[in-house]
């Protein structure tokens, strides 16, 4: 499984961006997929997940701000990301579990500055 994420930039606070994760390669039985962060000298965190059956959910400090979302028949996950802060800055990492095997993306950066 290949993951590429794309998206990603620089922002304003309060602004909005929306970030993809496209699958491709043997896709049989793809499980969860979802988004995690990171910067530098923290772990890496979780943002959300979403369930084939698309059940999501979300860390404290994105929830009723990001929207995760899936297209199944694209094997695409999305991020949109509302009233973005400061503190929103990282690099984003796309995951996909199939077989309990976990597969990342090589991550996209998403700065949020005045």
């Known amino acids: 499984v290949q993951l590429e994420e794309s998206g990603g930039g620089l922002v304003r606070p309060g602004e909005s961006l929306t970030l993809s994760c496209a699958a491709s390669?043997?896709?049989?039985?793809?499980?969860?997929m979802g988004w995690y962060r990171q910067t530098p000298g923290k772990q890496r965190e979780l943002v959300a997940r979403i369930t084939p059956g698309r059940i999501a959910n979300y860390a404290d400090s994105v929830q009723g701000r990001f929207t995760i979302s899936r297209d199944n028949a694209k094997n695409t996950v999305y991020l949109e990301m509302n009233s973005l802060k400061p503190e929103d800055t990282a690099i984003y990492y796309c995951?996909?579990?199939?077989?309990?095997?976990?597969?990342w993306g090589r991550g996209t950066q998403v700065t949020v500055s005045s």
């Open positions: 995951y996909a579990v199939q077989n309990a095997i976990v597969y």
């Open positions: 390669g043997s896709l049989f039985s793809i499980n969860a």
